[in-house]
């Protein structure tokens, strides 16, 4: 059990540290892109700035789900997720918390997808806030041309 927390909690801390990255990479990006000198989005890039930025945190998850579907594929026995793409699947379906049933862990295994459950969570939310503050300044430079 103590081996399956470890490799687990690695690959958590991978996730987190691509996740890490990642948003700090795009929010420099837009800001030196798209800001405006007061740090609010300039009124005719709101909309791109959004969908851009949902598309790029989608990226991040998908890497984020196909590295623990790697992580299955080199930890688990053969015979436990037979394909790169039902390891991908199974993760995506974790990930998100999903949870079909349609693929499972024997359970020695089982304990892994709490684990990733547990990162898509954290990760989501993280990414929720993430657009969440994007919107905040969307919503600042509105105010600011209604008066």
Known sequence: MAGLILTGLS??????V?????TTYWVRYLLRRYAAVDGQFRQRT???VLISSAIFLSCLHLA??????LGYRIVLPAGELESLEAA???SAVTFTTLGYGDITLSSAWR????????DGILLIGWSTAFM????QRTWGSLNEHKG
């Open 46 to 48: 709101r909309i791109g």
């Open 88 to 90: 991908f699947y199974f």
């Open 18 to 22: 691509i996740h890490a990255i990642g």
């Open 111 to 118: 304990l892994l997808s709490g684990i990733e459950a547990i």
């Open 132 to 135: 969440f503050a994007i919107l």
């Open 11 to 16: 690959l958590l801390a991978a996730t987190v």
């Open 64 to 69: 984020e789900v196909m590295l623990w579907a």
